[in-house]
């Protein structure tokens, strides 16, 4: 999976790759690819929603398939590229 970005569909060749399954989009700053762990994705997106409004330059699409312990896990939606908060799920 995740032969392009999510974001953008540009080709994941043309992506940046962070290491640990995370890829970065430089067309649309999406973050996505599969994770070891829950843990490594929430070192780019935190498990908690930001609490103010979020201005729209800085949402960034983001969709992450962890492996973990309870099984495999899918997060997937917006979060704020300055903070890491999520800005919407899904
Ligand atoms: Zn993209």
Not at 15 to 28: A, D, F, N, Q
Not at 33 to 38: F, I, N
Not at 57 to 64: A, E, I, L, P, V
Request: charged letters at 20%; aromatic letters at 12%; hydrophobic letters at 30%.
């Amino acid at each position: 999976m995740y032969r392009c970005c999510p974001g953008c569909n540009l080709s994941r060749e043309g992506c940046l790759s962070l290491g640990r399954g995370i890829h970065c989009c430089p067309l649309c700053g999406a973050l996505f690819g599969e994770c070891v762990s829950l843990a490594v994705s929430y070192e780019y997106v935190k498990p908690r929603f930001a609490s103010e409004d979020v201005p729209p330059q800085r949402w960034r699409y983001y969709d992450f398939t962890c492996h973990s312990g309870v099984g495999t896990v899918r997060r997937h939606g917006w979060f704020d590229r300055d903070t890491g908060l999520i800005v919407q799920v899904g």
